[in-house]
């Protein structure tokens, strides 16, 4: 059984890929998840809000330091094993490299053009095999317009592909209104493929304290239906890659989501709940299940049923909502 597969033009044994999360801050962990089957990596997101913060309270040390003490302005104890965020981050991606035999993909979530443009660049001279481009931009202000938005992360990808020759996939979050539109603009404007979809983490609120509360939700099985749909929609209209992310727990929704049409499958609440060993399970069942199918390949399988092989396309759209509506029987009591 042939499972390889390609993104962001890199050639991978086979499609399961861990997205960016904690587990790789450990080299051991990273280890662990290549002997597992991983085909790739996606590091651990570097906020560009957090490199800003870093500047700022490293500004204040140095301006404030000699208020009141004109003494201590000759006294400055900044020692040389003092890394900064984006160095740690950097000395981390080294490691990966050096210690693991798989791509590295590396992950920046930024905000401002010029944050974009210097940290690609350094994540490109530190040897990433790829980028993940995690535009998290909440458009909260009621006169900014969709289209402008969506200028945003056009222009952002645009700027920093004068600069960056790595391939770039960048991770979308499904409120546009129009998904479709979008990818294929960003596929006019360089990128090599995208991510479907960002979970964005809702604050929720804490009625005892009466204060707004982080709160983090690991996702379900129930979500990877929303990737799902769209990679299937999008599987033949756009020639980038398309990788599905977001509730992917066992074998059956891999496949769900090569079936549709993704080129690789993010893997990140089931790693977390379960450790690398869950990848070896999804690997081991998924290949049990296409040996006794009539596959050959998982570049045979992929987009089988999508919505331009699929028997009824309109399966994917609203026709698809009213039917269910229609056919379902709530269980009320008697």
Known sequence: MDLR?????LRLKNPLVPSASPLS??????????????????????FEEELQHDQQVMDDYLNN???GHAEAASFLPLHSNMLSRQESYLEQLTRLKQALDI????SLNGVTHGGWISHGKALQEAGADALELNVYYIAGDSAVSGSEVERRYIDLLHQLRQHVTLPIAMKLSPQFSSVAHM????????AAGVSLFNRLYQPDIDIDSL?????LQLSSSAESLLALRWIAMLHGQVKLTLAA???VHDYQDALKMLLAGADVVHLCSALLLHG?????????DMTQWLEESPYDSIEQLKGVLSQRHAGDASAYARANYLQILDNYLPNLPS
């Open 5 to 9: 597969t390609t993104y962001l033009g």
């Open 25 to 46: 801050r450990s080299l051991d962990m990273a280890k662990q998840l290549e002997d597992a089957g991983a085909a790739a990596l996606v590091m651990y997101s570097l």
């Open 65 to 67: 330091q000699a208020l």
């Open 103 to 106: 791509p590295v993909i590396a």
């Open 183 to 190: 990818v294929s603009h960003l596929e006019k404007a360089g």
């Open 211 to 215: 204060r707004v509360a982080p709160r």
């Open 245 to 247: 992310t977001g509730g």
């Open 276 to 284: 690398a060993g869950r990848l070896t399970q999804i690997l081991n």
